[in-house]
């Protein structure tokens, strides 16, 4: 969340706004309407094998999912979840449908998640030292 105007720089103050508590600009009226993010995660399938990272980092620390992470906010939802898992894994794969829509709201973000089912293409698993 800005706690500083990105137009002139000045502090953002709470006010009410249709009900709803929203950070503005008392300087040029900036109004911080929300706070979204797009994540995509992907399925990809091989010889009937799903596959599956162990996550690095909060949430979840330790535990097993699908592999991606966040769009890029010039990104296509597709070319994310394609370069996700190339960053993750090695692996150079297709977005071919999408199967999951679903979000998380919470105080601070409002999450997105979409998952795709991604066709393999080439290479072999590789732990990308990076993302550990």
């Known amino acids: 969340m800005f706690k500083f105007?990105?137009?002139?720089?000045?502090?953002?103050?709470?006010?009410?706004?249709?009900?709803q508590q929203r950070m503005q600009c008392p300087?040029?009226?900036?109004v911080n309407w929300?706070?979204?993010?797009?994540?995509?995660?992907?399925?990809?399938i091989k010889d009937n094998k799903m596959l599956l990272v162990q996550r690095a980092q909060q949430?979840?620390?330790?535990?097993?999912?699908?592999p991606g992470g966040y769009a890029e906010q010039r990104e296509e939802l597709r070319d994310a979840i394609e370069r996700e898992i190339k960053e993750e894994t090695g692996l150079t794969t297709k977005a071919?449908?999408?199967?999951?829509?679903?979000?998380?709201?919470?105080?601070?973000?409002?999450?997105?998640f979409i998952n795709y089912?991604?066709?393999y293409l080439d290479g072999d698993f590789q732990l990308q030292q990076k993302e550990i």
């Open 59 to 66: 949430p979840g620390r330790g535990l097993w999912t699908n």
């Open 96 to 112: 071919t449908k999408m199967v999951l829509i679903a979000d998380s709201p919470g105080p601070h973000e409002h999450n997105v």
């Open 27 to 30: 300087q040029c009226h900036y």
């Open 34 to 44: 929300s706070n979204e993010t797009i994540s995509v995660g992907g399925v990809v």
């Open 5 to 19: 105007c990105p137009q002139c720089g000045t502090k953002l103050v709470a006010v009410q706004i249709d009900g």
């Open 117 to 119: 089912r991604l066709d």
